[in-house]
């Protein structure tokens, strides 16, 4: 029975493909407009209910092996096979907190309101349904481990943080050996950062399951096996490769020093950079050429580290009869710039910084397993895209658009669609040829770059007479709303180990904001 029961299931599946392609009835259109969730059209929709298994990383841009990088993630790549990659996927806003909450309930950060690390997206959207309360609501057991909505790297791990206690049944919170590297451990190449943001990190001699993502992978089987009878939504987030990168030493024996390349940016070439464009000063943080390849190497690490653990949910998953039955999402909230334009991290609307890896598999769907979609798509895109695929009402109060029709054709032209991203005061659109940038409005600038023949934004267009009308059209795709001014970039003292930044307004008592660099040792207060 269980084998009949599976075949029907992966039947109904691929066909679900295809029938979330139709136009929705306009009473489907009405649904999901208040706090009341819609229900199932049918009792027996129940029986073919596909589960859902979101699979995240902290900090990843498509730095894979099946995305053409020299990292080893043979997982990863193993899932690519089975499902459909997307080539130019974006986060709304690559910074943990508003990519998240922009992700998860399907709306932009201009809707969520939340550009910073503190405050709650439910401050602006006290009733919305989140993705997983969304399938909650519909009968699924909804469960998390890890990271899914923003936890602070690495003083939150082991926490449940700013979490949304209305979207899980359960939640846990692994806290492994690496949390507990602080203790001087850690190869700081920037002391006077936060090791949330240093460039710091540690060839460990623990074991892999001692790790906080072995136990964030450990306890996602265990929560696979105790709901494997029941229509589940489970999110398993991964913290790795978000810095401090800390990553059993085997897999920084994977990548030989003297074998990463950098970047190879002139003093002339990064000169050009707009100050609107740079998150951090000086350019590399004044690292050398040696420090930015232990960088490079340590991060390559946490992604491979990351990726076998991914590699024990996904055989797990197999191992339980669940893989026919159940739906695949990996993605990460945002990129990770890696010494482009002479940046590190994110929060900029570099193209590494607002890419991400997406990778969809459904079970069935063998068609199209192991395509690639050339097309421009969201983060949020996944929630409408999840509730096509299940079968379950479209939610009115979404603002992506399902990517059902490119799971079943990943080429397909009719697909338009651009991708929009933003930081504090500035907004970005990305279709397959072009990025066009502004900065407050174009005040503190603008740049546009052809990806057909610059694929790495190193000239800037914007002033090209020649460009007037792609220009045009490209920013009447931007964000609407208004626009936050600019935020200088942080500048860091190499010689002091200290950072430059503005002093932060007071907020009244319990209000939410703060823009999440509280904790760095500030150079004004140095004895001079």
């Known amino acids: 029975m269980p084998r009949i029961r599976s075949l029907f299931r992966t039947t109904a599946l691929s066909a679900m493909i295809g029938l979330a392609m139709a136009p929705f009835s306009a009473a489907d259109a009405r649904d999901g407009g ?21 699979i995240m990383a902290d900090d990843l841009a498509p730095r894979l092996g099946s995305y053409g990088a020299p990292v080893r993630t043979p997982n990863i790549d193993r899932l690519a096979r089975q499902g459909v990659s997307f080539d130019r996927a974006y986060s709304q806003f690559p910074w943990c907190a508003p990519s998240r909450a922009s992700m998860l309930t399907g709306t932009r950060p201009n809707t969520t309101r939340v550009a910073d690390l503190n405050t709650p997206f439910r401050a602006a959207l006290p ?3 989140t993705l997983p309360q969304y399938f909650k609501s519909n009968g699924y057991f909804s469960g998390r481990v890890g990271k899914i909505f923003h936890q602070g790297v690495p003083a939150g791990i082991g926490e449940a943080g700013p979490d949304d206690t209305r979207s899980w049944d359960k939640v846990v919170d692994p806290r492994g050996r690496d949390r507990d590297a602080e203790n001087g451990r850690l190869v700081d190449l920037t002391p006077g950062i936060p090791y ?87 350019d590399n943080f004044a690292m050398t050429p040696d420090q930015q390849r232990q960088m490079i190497r340590a991060y390559y690490a946490a992604t491979s580290y990351m ?34 334009h002479g940046q590190w991290m994110k929060n900029i609307l570099w193209e590494p910084s607002a ?22 798509v969201e983060l949020l895109d996944i929630y409408p895209t999840l509730l096509d695929l299940a079968g379950l009402p479209g939610y009115a109060r979404n603002e992506g658009k399902s990517l059902a029709p490119l799971l079943a054709r990943p080429a397909d032209r009719g697909w338009t669609k651009p991708a929009l991203s933003q930081v504090r005061g500035g907004r970005s659109v990305r279709t397959e040829r072009w990025r066009y940038t502004e900065w407050e409005g174009g005040k503190q600038g603008r740049e546009l770059y052809d990806h057909a023949s610059d694929p790495r934004e190193l000239r800037n267009l914007a002033d090209d ?16 709303g208004p626009v936050e001014a600019r935020p200088k970039p942080v500048r860091y003292d190499a010689i002091h180990d200290c950072t430059y930044f503005p002093a932060q307004p ?23």
Not at 213 to 229: F, H, S
Not at 355 to 372: D, E, F, M, T, Y
Not at 465 to 480: D, E, G, H
Not at 506 to 528: H, I, M, N, V
């Open 465 to 480: 007479p020649r460009q007037a009308v792609t220009i045009a059209s490209l920013r009447r795709m931007l964000p609407a």
């Open 196 to 282: 949330g943001s240093a460039m710091a990190y540690l060839a460990d001699e623990g074991e892999d399951g001692e790790q906080t993502d072995g136990k964030v992978a450990t306890a996602a089987i265990e929560m696979l096996e105790a709901n494997r009878d029941k229509p589940f939504f489970i999110g398993v987030g991964f913290y790795r490769p978000h810095v401090p990168e800390v990553a059993p030493k085997k897999y920084f024996d994977l990548y030989p020093l003297d074998k990463i390349a950098i970047e190879q940016q002139t003093p002339e070439m990064l000169a050009r950079v707009l100050p609107a464009s740079k998150a951090w000063a000086p």
């Open 355 to 376: 890419r991400v890896p997406l990778v969809i598999r459904v079970p069935g769907a063998r068609k199209s397993a192991g395509k690639r979609s050339p097309r421009t």
């Open 307 to 340: 990726d076998a653990q991914v590699g024990r949910v996904l055989d797990a998953l197999e191992q339980l009869g669940l893989a026919d039955d159940t739906i695949v999402i990996f993605t990460s909230d945002h990129g990770f710039m890696l010494g482009e």
């Open 506 to 528: 007071a907020k009244a008592p319990g209000a939410p904001g703060g823009d999440g660099l509280a904790g760095l040792t500030r150079c004004e207060e140095l004895d001079p």
């Open 34 to 54: 208040g706090a009341t969730p819609p229900q199932a059209r049918a009792s027996t929709r129940a029986e073919r209910r596909p589960n859902i298994l979101l």
């Open 127 to 129: 009733d919305i349904l």
